[in-house]
């Protein structure tokens, strides 16, 4: 590969992840500011911060209250989420889920929604002991998927496992297995996920910069091929 290829290809994989998330953070900020009530904070409250009646004074202090109306939407939103989920470790909070679910599951539609969003929330953003051990599962000959133990087992003895997609990790399929099909890694959850979530090129055992590669001996030629000098003794 040229020289010119491999810098871009370098500063590609360095910007590439940094422009990606500057976006997501952008379009995240544009949609709850495109949510958030004005009722929130008017930009008139700021008049003593921004005084001024002209275009830019007024557009300086509409743009101010929208940035602190969407700070305001975020802290509120952190704050109720820590909550309900310090509730959910409670009875009551067991019980308000059960609740909820039940609820849930009468609507036909909602039903629907419901459960694959619960299941796509718990896979990404549950704790990683809810997957249990990695294992490899053979599903055609010579052909091999990484798959998670679930922890439950059916009533014929099969064990459940999860097998998600790559590198989205909110689909997959669940499937019914025999034990003597199963395959269990020595590696945890984390190191699994990581090669999932990266369509297989991660690997967090993988050594990169200088470690990695072949190490070479470099001779001087110049010194190699220096004859040494002849003394005097020699010469006798």
Same mark, same amino acid.
């Given at each position: 590969m040229a020289s010119w290829k491999r810098d871009f290809a370098s500063g590609l994989i360095v910007l590439g992840p940094i422009l990606i998330t500057l976006y997501v953070i952008y379009w995240i900020y544009g949609l709850v500011a495109g949510v958030t009530p004005g009722l929130i904070l008017e930009q008139e409250a700021l008049l003593p911060l921004i005084p001024g009646d002209s275009d830019q004074a007024v557009q300086t202090r509409e743009q101010l209250a929208q940035f602190l109306r969407v700070i305001v939407t975020l802290t509120v939103f952190i704050i109720l989420t820590l909550s309900v989920g310090y509730l959910m470790r409670t009875t009551v909070g067991g019980l308000v889920e059960r609740v909820v679910d039940n609820v849930a599951n009468r609507v036909p539609v909602m039903r629907v929604v419901y459960n694959a969003s619960k299941m796509a929330a718990e896979t990404a953003f549950g704790e990683q002991e809810s997957l249990q051990t990695p294992v490899k599962l *053979?599903?055609? =000959?010579?052909? @091999?998927?990484?798959?998670?133990?679930?922890?439950?087992?059916? *009533? !014929?003895g099969r064990e459940v496992l999860f097998l998600?997609?790559?590198?989205? /990790?909110?689909?997959?399929?669940? /499937? *019914?297995v025999h034990s003597d099909r199963i395959e269990e890694l020595d =590696? !945890?959850? *984390? !190191?699994?996920?990581? @090669?999932?979530?990266s369509a297989g090129f991660g690997d967090a055992d993988r050594q990169r910069g200088m470690d990695a590669g072949v190490s070479i001996d470099v001779v001087d030629e110049a010194k190699a091929n220096k004859t040494p000098e002849r003394s005097d003794a020699d010469d006798d």
């Amino acid at each position: 590969m040229a020289s010119w290829k491999r810098d871009f290809a370098s500063g590609l994989i360095v910007l590439g992840p940094i422009l990606i998330t500057l976006y997501v953070i952008y379009w995240i900020y544009g949609l709850v500011a495109g949510v958030t009530p004005g009722l929130i904070l008017e930009q008139e409250a700021l008049l003593p911060l921004i005084p001024g009646d002209s275009d830019q004074a007024v557009q300086t202090r509409e743009q101010l209250a929208q940035f602190l109306r969407v700070i305001v939407t975020l802290t509120v939103f952190i704050i109720l989420t820590l909550s309900v989920g310090y509730l959910m470790r409670t009875t009551v909070g067991g019980l308000v889920e059960r609740v909820v679910d039940n609820v849930a599951n009468r609507v036909p539609v909602m039903r629907v929604v419901y459960n694959a969003s619960k299941m796509a929330a718990e896979t990404a953003f549950g704790e990683q002991e809810s997957l249990q051990t990695p294992v490899k599962l *053979e599903v055609w =000959e010579g052909l @091999r998927m990484t798959a998670f133990k679930t922890g439950k087992v059916t *009533e !014929d003895g099969r064990e459940v496992l999860f097998l998600p997609t790559s590198p989205n /990790i909110t689909t997959g399929f669940v /499937i *019914e297995v025999h034990s003597d099909r199963i395959e269990e890694l020595d =590696e !945890d959850v *984390e !190191d699994a996920l990581t @090669r999932v979530l990266s369509a297989g090129f991660g690997d967090a055992d993988r050594q990169r910069g200088m470690d990695a590669g072949v190490s070479i001996d470099v001779v001087d030629e110049a010194k190699a091929n220096k004859t040494p000098e002849r003394s005097d003794a020699d010469d006798d």
